[in-house]
């Protein structure tokens, strides 16, 4: 009765963690001239969250610290609970 919205529901929990860092990497791309050289623009504007709050030459750390939480918040949850310390290990290699 629910397959649909199960098929659905299991693309997007994969879309989340793959896709959105995919996104930011592909925009931060689109306009990295523009970051570093500091030329204004529409898509530099709307990409300011992405950047602003890092040197321009690491315009790119948002995506390695959204892929580090991510990673930290969903894929360690993935690992089996007979490997605890392997668990914790990769948590604390992580943050």
């Keep these: 009765k629910y397959a649909g ?3 659905w ?3 997007l ?3 989340w963690p793959i ?3 995919l996104l930011y990497a592909a925009l931060l791309i689109a306009c990295r001239k523009s970051i570093l050289h ?3 623009g529409t898509l530099l504007r ?3 969250f992405l950047w602003s709050d890092y040197k321009p030459g690491f315009y790119w750390w948002e995506v390695l610290e959204l892929t580090r939480k ?3 918040t969903g894929f360690v949850g993935l690992i089996d609970e007979q490997h605890r310390s392997y668990r914790t290990l990769v948590a604390l290699l992580l943050s």
Aim: no cysteine; glycine share 4%.
């Design 70 to 72: 991510l990673t930290l």
């Design 38 to 40: 500091h030329k204004p």
């Design 46 to 48: 709307a990409t300011r």
């Design 19 to 21: 896709g959105i860092p």
């Design 5 to 7: 919205v199960k098929r």
């Design 13 to 15: 929990i994969w879309l």
């Design 9 to 11: 529901a299991s693309a």
